[in-house]
């Protein structure tokens, strides 16, 4: 196998849709990446639900976005995660991280909702189910109404020399493309995404839904990661799909190809609103620009790639600045939303235990240790 | 300069399907020229919501049925090139037959996963002489003919409500009763144009909301405009 040098960037936008404009709607849509910590790249996308009773799904959106980069980022940070030659202790970890992900978002919607409670507009859509007492015990009823309040997708990469980690849960695209293969979807297809239905994060089930998958980085793997919303999505054609994607992969090999389609990319997402979909849309790449005998870039650090080949990282962040913050993530059981002032929703299981702790870089990380049910392995790695 | 990919860019398609009974009590009193003339008489008005648009492409089939079925338009046609050729009536009345070629025609194989919720329209007078049963369970094992928007007009006193309710499936779009060619004239247009310009429209924010069933736990991110009622019959002395 040969060695690659070259550097990661990650781009990625998302723009309001013209039908969002037109009826005065937020966009719902978020996008975020993350290049600045050495070694680790992160695209996340998400796209909130635009039904009546998601009236907060632009911020379900974000903070979809924010956890899954922590989350990811503490995966790369952790000792499994970081590791070269530690594959089966990677994919062990990166099984957990499905739950981790929605009980971290759960605990982040409760944070939300106590800052900002539901308005009195707010509250009649939500329903008589929804107390209103601040002190009042949370039934699962209520908690389901409250993360479906803030329902979102979420679709995720972390990219690392050894390795790449996605993680989706609901519609929209993950595409990837090798450097001399053809372009492929990254995860399994879940037949709930059909048509106008998405499966969620505010699904009680939502860390079996949470599909991923953990790619090494050895032989021809992938150099373009393309996540995309489904109101960019659905403005092609399905069978267009790979095509687009090797043309993305193309443009992104041309010198300042990455810089040429980030100056554009925002234009070119509300045309494809406009000509389309009329939906919000988004648009996130990881692409690995080799580097052709040339020294890596100023600000650039080198790391080992599974290959064996130096990977330049390039350091400067381009979007997403994770909030940080620490969480237990395996406090709660299935039937316990407490009363406040930790008036959280997260009836997960109580199985297993990834434990996320928060570094002094302010980078959530991952520790493990054994499950003592069943553990989640749904959408697992291949 | 533009992106990758985007002279693909397109509208996503609205596939509408006319399912017809062509059996011989059709030729009655009138009935099958009066459906041939509504059909024709409201293509013009569904091309014009069709342009009107951006987001929609739209596209017609036709199939008819009585002794058996058959597609009378197999193409999905694109709503501007739509032309409507006149039916005539004989044989019984196949109801599941056609509904059976109906769902064969809604694979994603063939309608693609990134279009509106198709558009079924079935109109019939009498007594399905088949089992319709089988062909309404055929449409609702193809995930398009569950996300489809299915509506049913009964023409005449002895249209079959019970069968043409299975179809619809939703006591909130009723079947459709046209008893004399104004009532059909006006239900006709009003399927060709108000429920597509209803489905082919992204969520607005009044929307309702669908609640999940108890066998769906997830959610429908895109809830279109309520179709808006029907208009109510119109009387006439002519009655069927």
């Known amino acids: ?382 | 300069m533009p992106l990758p990919g985007s002279e693909k860019v397109s509208a996503r398609p609205l596939h509408f399907i006319w399912i017809v009974d062509v059996s011989g009590s059709m030729s009655v009193d009138g009935k099958i020229q009066s459906l041939n003339q509504a059909i024709k008489d409201a293509s013009p008005a569904m091309r014009d919501v069709a342009e009107n648009n951006p987001f929609a492409e739209v596209f017609v089939r036709a199939v008819r049925f009585s002794s058996g079925a058959q597609w009378h338009v197999a193409t999905p046609t694109p709503v501007q090139d739509f032309q409507w050729k006149d039916l005539s009536a004989e044989g019984v009345t196949d109801m599941g037959a056609a509904l059976g070629m109906v769902a064969d025609s809604l694979s994603v194989e063939q309608m693609g996963e990134r279009g509106y919720p198709p558009v079924l329209v079935l109109v019939s007078d009498g007594q399905p002489t088949d089992d319709y049963k089988s062909g309404i369970a055929k449409v609702m094992a193809t995930n398009w003919g569950r996300k489809a928007v299915r509506l049913a007009i009964a023409i005449g006193a002895d249209a079959d409500h019970g069968s043409l309710a299975a179809f619809v499936g939703d006591v909130e779009r009723p079947v459709l009763k046209a008893d004399n060619a104004e009532s059909l004239t006006q239900y006709i247009k009003w399927v060709s144009t108000i429920v597509v310009q209803s489905v082919s429209s992204p969520p607005s924010k009044t929307n309702p909301v669908t609640e999940p069933g108890p066998n769906k736990n997830y959610v429908d991110t895109e809830i279109w405009d309520p179709i808006p009622p029907a208009p109510a019959p119109v009387d006439s002395s002519q009655i069927w």
């Not at chain 1, 959106?61 to 899954?68: C, G, K, L, Q, S």
């Not at chain 1, 007492?133 to 990219?159: F, H, I, K, N």
């Open chain 1, 1 to 382: 196998m040969s060695a690659r040098r070259g550097t990661w960037r990650a781009i990625g936008e998302s723009v309001i849709g013209v039908t969002h404009e037109r009826d005065g709607r937020p966009c719902q849509d978020y996008c975020g990446v993350h290049s600045s910590t050495p070694g680790a790249f992160v695209a996340a996308i998400a796209d909130g639900h635009g039904q009546a009773k998601s009236f907060r799904s632009q911020v379900g959106a974000r903070i979809a976005v924010e956890v899954a980069t922590e989350v990811l980022l503490g995966f790369a940070r952790s000792e499994a995660g970081a590791s070269d030659d530690a594959f089966r202790v990677r994919k062990d970890l990166a099984g957990h991280l499905p739950r981790v992900v929605a009980q971290t978002w759960r605990e982040r919607v409760s944070e939300h909702v106590e800052r900002d409670p539901f308005t009195l507009d707010e509250l009649t859509l939500v329903g008589d189910r929804y107390p209103i007492a601040p002190d009042q015990r949370m039934s699962p009823e209520a908690c389901r109404v409250l993360w479906r309040a803030y329902g979102t997708t979420l679709l995720a990469v972390l990219v690392t020399g050894p390795y790449a980690l996605a993680l989706q849960i609901g519609d929209g695209l993950l595409m990837a493309a090798a450097a001399s293969g053809g372009a492929f979807e990254v995860l399994d297809t879940d037949s709930l995404n059909f048509g106008t239905s998405t499966t969620s994060l505010s699904d009680e089930d939502a860390e079996l839904r949470l599909r991923w998958r953990l790619i090494p980085h050895e032989g021809d793997y992938p150099i373009l990661y393309w996540l995309c919303t489904d109101g960019y999505e659905k403005a092609f054609r399905s069978a267009d799909l790979p095509g687009v994607c090797l043309e993305y992969r193309d443009a992104f090999r041309e010198r300042d190809g990455w810089r040429v389609i980030q100056e554009n990319l925002g234009e070119g997402l509300r045309q494809a609103s406009a000509r389309g979909t009329g939906d919000d849309a988004t648009a996130a790449f990881l692409f690995f620009e080799e580097d052709h005998g040339s020294t890596p870039g100023d600000g650039a650090s080198a790391v080992e790639g599974a290959d064996g080949g130096p990977i330049a990282i390039e350091s400067a962040g381009l979007t997403g600045s994770p909030a940080s913050s620490s969480h237990d993530a395996d406090r709660t059981t299935k039937e316990s939303c407490t009363a406040p002032p930790a008036r959280a929703c997260s009836p997960a299981s109580g199985d297993g235990g990834v434990t996320l702790g928060t570094d002094r870089d302010g980078v959530v990380s991952s520790e493990i240790s054994e499950p003592r049910g069943d553990s989640v392995s749904e959408g697992g790695d291949q």
